[in-house]
Structures are given as C-alpha cells and as structure tokens.
C-alpha cells in the first residue's frame, strides 16, 4: 500500500486565512518539522510551518496545568470560538496580561502595526472610559496580575499622566507601560516623571534592530537615535524596563544574541521580548513568508547566546503552545542561568520545593534563591519576584530584587494563517474592548477591532460557522 509521506500527528480547529471561516486542521510530521495543512471550500488548501523541533513540540503538552480562570466571564457561548470572546466561559484562562489601549493614534505609522494606529486614526478614550476598563479588569481578576497602558502610542494621549494617576489607585500588582519611547527620548523631564511612578512600573520599550534598513521597514523610519536616547535616560534612572523585539525571517533573525548581548550591558533592563511578526493589522498578507515560529526563535537564541541550553528555555505552562521563557539572574558582573534548574513537575505544583545553589569564589557555594518555597515570606523584594516570574509559583529572595533578574520570552501571537483554537482557548494576553469586554490578543486583531466588527457578525450567522 502507498504511504502519505508525512506523519499524521494532532487535529485541531483552524480558520481559512482568506475568509477566517472555521476550518478543520491535521497537524502533520514532515522533514523533521511539525506543519498544519487545512482546506476551506471557497478558497483551496494551506500548509503552514508551525514549529522546526519536533520534540520540543511534543513536550510542550507535558508543561500544560490546570487551567486559572477569571473570576468574572462576559459572555457565553453561541457561535463557538473563537467568535464568542469577551472572555466566554468556555475561556481557559485568566489574564496574566491585561491591555488597556488608551489611543488609537500615535506618532508613528508603523507598516507592521497590528492595530492600523497613526497619527489620524481613531481617537482617544477618556478619562471615563479609561477607568471603567481599569473597573472591568479587576472585576475579572479581583487583583490583576499585570496591566499594561497600551494603545496606539499612549504617551501622546492629552491626559497621560491622569491615566497613569488612576492606574496607581487600583489594586494591579505590577503597571506597565507599551512605548515607541519617542516622548522618552525628547521630552525634557518626561521620563523622570514616569520614574515617580515605580517601583511596580515598567516600561515595554519597542527595540526591534540595531539595523537602519529594518526599522525602517517595521516602523517606516529609522529610530535608533530614539531608542539609544531613551534607554539613556531610562538607565540614568534605572527604571525597569523590557525590550520588545518583533522578528521576521532574513530582516533581524540574526541579531537576536547581539540583542541580549545589549541589553544584558543596560542597568534599567529587566528582559527582552522576542514577538514573531502577527499577519494582522497593517501586515501584509503577502509577508507571511516571513513569519518565524517559535521554535525557530528558540533555536537561534540557543545558537547566538551560547551561555544558555536547552534546558534554559521551556513552554509556560499558562499558554505552552505559545509562551516560551527563560529567566538569568545578574550578580554584580557575572550572570547565571537560572531556568535549567527548576524541574517541570515543579511548574504545575505549587506545593512543591527545590533550591537552587550555585558555586562560586573557588567551590564557596551560595544559596542564591530558595525556589517554589511557601514558607518564606517575599515582603521585603520590592517588587515580589514571585509576582514578576512568569508562570512560577513561589519564589523567596530576601536579599535581591527586580535588578537581579533578567527574563527572556518568546511570545507567538497567532494569526489566520497558524490560528489552533486548542492555543487561543489558552491565551492569558488579553485586551479591553472599547464595549468593556476581554479579548485575546490574537482575536482581537482578527475580529474584535473596528473596522472588522460587521464582517465578524456575517461569520458568526452564517450556518457554516456554527457547532
């Protein structure tokens, strides 16, 4: 008998990149790579490279754990996902990440903008608005976990810092703040004023390459004077700070260990955020010939940043299919690895315990971090690490803080063209809806926006979308 000339290994639910109708997908073995191929009646057959290392994705099924819901959910289910978000009670998990876009406008108009934002699109929201999504969050989540000040680019809103204001008086544990750092860099006092807000405040500075030709092509201008300044400024005070780094094939895939070279020299770094590129927004389709999986990403971090193994980077058990991460611990000059210590059992049982040491000045070992312990108090780390490490239950570090610590994540936002409702039923990255609903970052770029709202309502009424 002929054999098919790859392995059939999974089935999932998938969309039609073309119309984003429900599709049913074989997730497939083939030249030592894993592939999604689905058919939709109306526009033909797709084949979708969803990961190059086999065995790492057939473990991340191992880093799964039982699901953290929301407290509150905001719709039901009628339609089936993903066309039911808000978030549906059939909505696996609770928002690790809550955005809240303040703007739709910004100074830039980025060709890779998943949200279409320039300086003319849209409006801003108002102080009323802003704190009503603030409201909806904690409703959700009693004491949210981390909020992110999104938009657009909200520094440019007219009452940034009243935003910022009513922010600090809600209970978000960890405040974040998603910047071009173009106010940063230019405006005299602007950043000492952001400093006021910390300690549990953090800039998500956007990075991307040290290359003119690149950034010209992800943010339609060459930044680099930008960013250097900002992070000048950023150092100067030391407030904490991650770098954003969106990644196409053969644009910057080869800068990302010179990347974490970089930002591992900078005192207000606390991490680098590695994000293949979203087919969304203003993307063009015609670039998803240049999207990376995650697997790819992992890869080169592995072969440019020789200081860490396999065992460095590993599925977050939240969303597995998706997240990736890596934690270094920085001690005075010298780092260390930190993730190939912990045990994956660990990750999905909080009750569990495991220290790690480290041997250092000729064989003296020093008990650096006493990990998944629940019998310490954390209340002197300002902020608790064990708030701050992605997916970890405990951790107890009296004597080091945020400084200490640099994280490496590798975040794929799916789009139509990879969409597994398997993973977006898993998403803890979610945004506030101008109607006040929460919507998983992928989603949300698909459906949810404005300018997609009528032809989401023609998918979830034609007959062939429902269960």
Do not use: W
């Amino acid at each position: 008998m002929p054999n098919r000339d790859y392995t059939y290994y999974d089935y999932t639910i998938s969309l039609c990149p073309t119309c984003l109708k429900r599709v049913g997908a074989k997730i497939i073995i083939q030249n030592e790579s894993v592939f999604m191929t689905k058919r939709c009646p109306d526009h033909g057959f797709f084949k979708t490279k969803i990961a190059t290392d086999v065995e790492y994705y057939k473990n991340i099924r191992n880093y799964n754990k039982p699901s953290e819901t929301p407290v509150h959910f905001g719709t039901d289910v009628l339609y089936g996902c993903p066309y039911d978000c808000g978030l549906c009670v059939d909505h696996e998990q609770h928002s690790c990440l809550s955005v809240v876009e303040v703007t739709d406008r910004c100074n830039l108009t980025c060709p890779t903008c998943y949200a279409m934002s320039s300086p003319h699109y849209g409006s801003h929201r108002t102080l009323v608005e802003i704190e009503a999504m603030f409201d909806l969050i904690i409703k959700n989540e009693g004491e949210p976990d981390v909020v992110q000040i999104s938009g657009g680019e909200p520094t440019i809103h007219p009452q940034f810092f009243q935003i910022l204001d009513i922010a600090k008086t809600k209970p978000f544990k960890h405040l974040m703040l998603n910047t071009n750092g173009i106010r940063i860099a230019n405006d005299p006092g602007f950043a000492e004023k952001l400093a006021t807000y910390a300690p549990e405040f953090e800039i998500y500075l956007q990075f991307d390459s040290f290359k003119k030709e690149v950034l010209e092509d992800f943010r339609g201008k060459d930044v680099s004077d930008i960013r250097m300044k900002a992070l000048a400024k950023l150092n100067d005070l030391n407030l904490s700070t991650t770098l954003v780094v969106v990644l196409q094939q053969d644009k910057n895939m080869d800068e990302i260990g010179k990347i974490l070279d970089f930002a591992l020299k900078q005192k207000c770094v606390r991490g680098v955020t590695f994000q293949p590129v979203e087919i969304a927004g203003r993307n063009r389709d015609d670039s998803a010939g240049e999207k990376v999986t995650l697997t790819e990403v992992r890869q080169e971090i592995l072969n440019q940043f020789p200081l860490l193994n396999s065992d460095d980077i590993i599925p977050v058990p939240c969303n597995p299919d998706s997240l990736a991460m890596g934690y270094i611990l920085k001690l005075d000059d010298e780092i260390f690895p930190l993730t190939r210590y912990i045990n994956p059992a660990d990750l999905l049982n909080s009750e569990s315990k495991n220290t790690i040491v480290y041997e250092r000045d000729k064989g003296v070992q020093m008990q650096l971090l006493d990990i998944f312990s629940t019998g310490i108090s954390v209340d002197k780390v300002e902020p608790k690490m064990n708030q701050l490490l992605c997916c970890l239950p405990n951790i107890s570090a009296p004597d080091l803080g945020y400084d200490n610590l640099f994280r490496i994540i590798i975040m794929n936002f799916m789009d139509a063209h990879d969409f597994d409702v398997r993973a977006v039923k898993k998403s803890c990255v979610h945004i506030v809806s101008k109607d006040l609903k929460m919507i998983p970052f992928e989603t949300m770029n698909l459906f949810y926006r404005d300018s997609k709202k009528e032809y989401l309502e023609e998918l979830r009424h034609d007959g062939k979308v429902l269960f």
